[in-house]
């Protein structure tokens, strides 16, 4: 996490829209690095423990923009996000033209032209940045920002990218960070998936789960992130880091992105499925790596 310094006046003020388990440890790094923050969020008493470190809380999405230089958004999904931009008390009403407004959260595709189209009616520049990593990379700003959008705002968006992340990687026009985040997502899911459903084999087989695992890793059949939660779903340590209805949510807004573009991702139609059954199950606020205790009956529950 960035060391905490002195707010330099000449940098740019940002207003932080949703200060949840993502949200909360990006404003907080950015206040860090000297950064004037303003921040709102729906529940406020979220947003409170930021006033303690130098930010300026809004009792609405406007009320936060008001004087910022960018805006950026971290909700729970696409109706969250233009709830806060518009109407009377949405943040767009308080942006100066030319503002930039990122876009942090996961909403998919189509919400994220939507998102765009708005932004430009507003004389809003709009940069769709989601991110890769849970609530442990925000905190030690060590995220993987998926930025796209004007190539005129790069150079302006970058001492922020690089408070909040490890890496930036720019992938060309607004929507192009979206699509990138809905195949990494994807990849997330079969890999946990394919971690379930193997744990469940090795022990069908009369094996140890321990053993399989050790024996993966270091190797070029290993992933450290499958292997993370196959640790986690064995020890019975479910707190969410990445909860399973959130990362459902994903693998469907990833299903409709291949829907829209005429092609069947048999996968992670099965992984739907699945997750389905699991959240129904009682599994919804869990870590992902419940849909792996689920499916090995070894795994301490």
Do not use: C
């Not at 409170?48 to 729970?76: H, I, K, N, Q, Y």
């Not at 998926?146 to 005129?152: I, Q």
């Not at 459902?248 to 573009?261: E, N, P």
């Amino acid at each position: 996490m960035p060391s905490p310094s002195t707010p330099d006046p000449t940098q740019q003020a940002i207003a932080v829209l949703g200060t949840g388990r993502m949200g909360a440890p990006i404003a907080h790094n950015l206040l860090a690095a000297g950064f004037q923050v303003s921040a709102w969020n729906r529940t406020a008493e979220r947003a409170a423990p930021l006033a303690a470190d130098g930010a300026r809380l809004g009792s609405s999405p406007a009320e936060a923009a008001e004087g910022a230089d960018v805006v950026l958004t971290m909700l729970a999904d696409g109706d969250a996000v233009s709830d806060a931009m518009s109407g009377p008390q949405g943040a767009l009403e308080a942006l100066r033209p030319e503002s930039v407004w990122i876009q942090m959260a996961t909403v998919g595709d189509a919400w994220t032209e939507r998102l765009a189209t708005l932004a430009g009616e507003h004389n809003v520049e709009f940069v769709d940045a989601p991110v890769s990593g849970s609530d442990g990379p925000a905190r030690e700003a060590q995220l993987v920002v998926l930025a796209s959008g004007p190539e005129k705002v790069q150079v302006r968006m970058e001492p922020i990218f690089d408070v909040l992340g490890r890496k930036t990687l720019w992938v060309g026009p607004a929507g192009n960070g979206t699509r990138l985040k809905l195949v990494l997502n994807d990849w997330l899911a079969s890999l946990t998936e394919g971690m379930a459903e193997t744990m469940a084999l090795t022990e069908a087989l009369g094996l140890d789960p321990q053993v399989f695992i050790e024996a993966i890793d270091d190797g070029p059949l290993g992933s450290p992130y499958a292997e993370t939660k196959a640790r986690l779903a064995l020890a019975g340590k479910l707190d969410p880091g990445f909860a399973l209805r959130l990362a459902y949510k994903d693998v469907g807004l990833a299903l409709d992105a291949a829907r829209d573009r005429n092609l069947e991702l048999p996968i992670t139609e099965a992984i739907a499925r699945r997750w389905k059954q699991a959240m129904a199950d009682g599994h919804a606020d869990e870590d992902v790596a419940a849909v792996i205790a689920v499916a090995s009956p070894g795994a301490a529950s």
